[in-house]
């Protein structure tokens, strides 16, 4: 498979402001949770609302600037690719995570919901 495409694009609410940590030679990471509402009929006709959760990643200078433009509400579309991780908790038990890492960042202004 030559050819193959890791990509991702998202549009919603952060759902807390962006965190950063400063890791080993200086390296910054941001970390924020994106909440994408998706809307839809029941059966009986009436309309219901399902949100999903998604964990973002920024690397140093995007990271910078998630911490400085994402605050919890605030509206924004990333275009990333998807990466996956495991750790071992602390009972001992393996955990996987999966994460956007985001390539590009559009924040709407005028659209901060709180």
């Not at 509206?75 to 690719?81: L, M, Q, T």
């Amino acid at each position: 498979m030559e050819n193959a495409i890791n990509k991702v694009v998202l549009s919603g609410f952060a759902g807390a402001d962006a965190e950063l940590k400063i890791l080993a030679g200086n390296q910054k990471l941001a970390k924020v949770n994106l909440a994408v509402n998706e809307y839809h009929r029941t059966v009986t006709g009436e309309e219901a609302k399902k949100t999903q959760w998604f964990s973002l990643v920024f690397w140093n200078a995007k990271a910078d600037a998630a911490v400085e433009q994402i605050k919890k509400g605030t509206k924004f579309s990333v275009e990333g690719r998807l990466q996956t991780g495991s750790y071992e908790a602390k009972d001992g038990t393996k955990r996987f995570t999966t994460d956007i890492v985001v390539g590009e960042i559009v924040v709407h202004e005028a659209e901060v919901k709180n």
